[in-house]
C-alpha cells in the first residue's frame, strides 16, 4: 500500500528565508504527487501537482523517484504562506481518481 | 453554488446515535468524494461516487458507514450506531470526472463529535 511521510508536524522560519517542507512517498508504481494547502478558515485546496511542473505563489517541487521525494519550496518566505501543507499521492492510471493518501500535513509559520 | 457545500457544519450526537451527513457537490462535477480527518492527521479517503454509483468504498471503516447518492449530485453519508472514534470532521470533494486528476474542490467539513 502506498504511503506518504510529512517528518516535520511544525515548521517556523522567518519573512524572507527560504522554506522547505518535506514529503516522502513509498509506492511501487508510478505515483502522480500534489501539494494540498489550508489557509486558515478556509477550505482545503490545491496548491500544485508535479506533472504541471509550475510555480504557483512563488512555491514550486520536484518530484524525486530516486529519493521518493516530492519537497515543497520557496526560496522566500512571506507571513501569507502560513498554513497547513498536506502532501499527497494519487496512483496513476486505473480508475482511482480523486482517491489520494495524504500525508499527516505540515503547519508552516512564517515570523514577520 | 460557488463551491461545495456541507452540512452540518457541526454535529454533537451520543455514543450509539444514528447520523447523516450532507454534501451538495459543485455543479457539473460528477465525482463526489469522501474523506475523514481525524485530529492531527490528514484526510484519509472513505469513498467516491462517479455519477449515482459508489465507484470505489474500500475506505470506509466497517458496516456502520454507508453512503448513497441517488440522483448523481447531493450525497449523505450516514453512521450507524456512532462511536466516540468515530468523532473527526468528514470532508467532502467533488472534480469533473477525468479532467485534472487529483484536483478535488473541498467542502468545509462537518465536525462530528460523538460523546
Known amino acids: 500500500a502506498q504511503r506518504v511521510t510529512q517528518p516535520e508536524k511544525l515548521l517556523s522560519v522567518f519573512k524572507g528565508a527560504p522554506v522547505e517542507l518535506k514529503c516522502n512517498y513509498s509506492y511501487s508504481g508510478s505515483p502522480e504527487l500534489f501539494w494540498y494547502v489550508q489557509y486558515s478558515r478556509q477550505r482545503l485546496q490545491l496548491l500544485l501537482r508535479?506533472?504541471s511542473r509550475e510555480s504557483i505563489k512563488g512555491f514550486t517541487a520536484d518530484l524525486n523517484k530516486g529519493e521518493t521525494s516530492f519537497h515543497l519550496k520557496k526560496p522566500f518566505a512571506q507571513e501569507e504562506d502560513s498554513a497547513m501543507y498536506y502532501c499527497?499521492?494519487?496512483?496513476?492510471?486505473?480508475?482511482?481518481?480523486?482517491?489520494?493518501?495524504f500525508g499527516q500535513g505540515t503547519i508552516l509559520t512564517v515570523h514577520p | 453554488g460557488a463551491g461545495v457545500s456541507q452540512t452540518p457544519s457541526n454535529k454533537v450526537t451520543e455514543k450509539g446515535k444514528y447520523v447523516e451527513l450532507r454534501c451538495d457537490p459543485i455543479s457539473g462535477h460528477t465525482a463526489l468524494y469522501w474523506y475523514r480527518q481525524s485530529l492531527g492527521q490528514g484526510p484519509e479517503f472513505l469513498i467516491y461516487?462517479?455519477?449515482?454509483?459508489?465507484?470505489?468504498d474500500s475506505g470506509l471503516p466497517n458496516d456502520r458507514f454507508f453512503a448513497v447518492r441517488p440522483e448523481g449530485s447531493v450525497s449523505t453519508l450516514k453512521i450507524q450506531r456512532t462511536e466516540r472514534g468515530d468523532s473527526a470532521v468528514y470532508l467532502c470533494?467533488?472534480?469533473?470526472?477525468?479532467?485534472?486528476?487529483?484536483?478535488?474542490?473541498f467542502g468545509e467539513g462537518s465536525r462530528l463529535t460523538v460523546l
Open positions: 499527497a499521492l494519487h496512483k496513476a492510471g486505473g480508475t482511482s481518481y480523486g482517491k489520494l493518501t
Open positions: 508535479h506533472i
Open positions: 461516487f462517479q455519477g449515482t454509483g459508489a465507484a470505489d
Open positions: 470533494a467533488s472534480s469533473l470526472w477525468g479532467a485534472n486528476t487529483g484536483e478535488l474542490f
